[in-house]
């Protein structure tokens, strides 16, 4: 099925949050436990660990503009479909598809699956530094 308007607006809103890095209002959107993976990294469980986790990846990008194509909902989940563009600290622009998984639970959400290959958008940049 696909999702009604008032759930489209709920995805806006929190890939809207994304886009300007409001890690604390992306936080509003999951349960205090909530899993979270990203491509294929690792998953992040709970929110003090997804707010490391997101914090991270927002300072290795300049910023992000998210376009939903295509949104489907079960009777416990949400997918979306669409193009990110993340801005790179270089100046440079690049753009590529992504899906999301979304396992519901009380209205937010228990699991944040995105599905995404992002090593594109570090291609042909120098390797962090160690610290």
Request: glycine share 8%; proline share 7%.
């Amino acid at each position: 099925m696909t999702v009604d308007a008032t759930e489209e607006t709920w995805l806006q809103d929190l890939l809207a949050a994304i886009d300007v890095q409001d890690t604390a209002v992306f936080l509003n959107y999951l349960t205090p436990d909530a899993e979270f993976r990203f491509g294929s990294a690792p998953p992040a469980r709970g929110q003090p660990a997804i707010r490391a986790a997101v914090d991270g990846f927002f300072v290795s990008i300049r910023g992000s503009r998210h376009r939903l194509l295509n949104t489907w909902r079960g009777d416990k989940s949400l997918v979306c479909e669409g193009e990110v563009t993340y801005s790179r600290h270089d100046g440079s622009d690049v753009t590529l598809p992504f899906t999301n998984v979304f396992q519901m639970s009380g209205g937010l959400i228990a699991q944040y699956k995105i599905y995404i290959d992002i090593a594109p958008l570090y291609a042909g940049l120098p390797a962090p530094m160690p610290e």
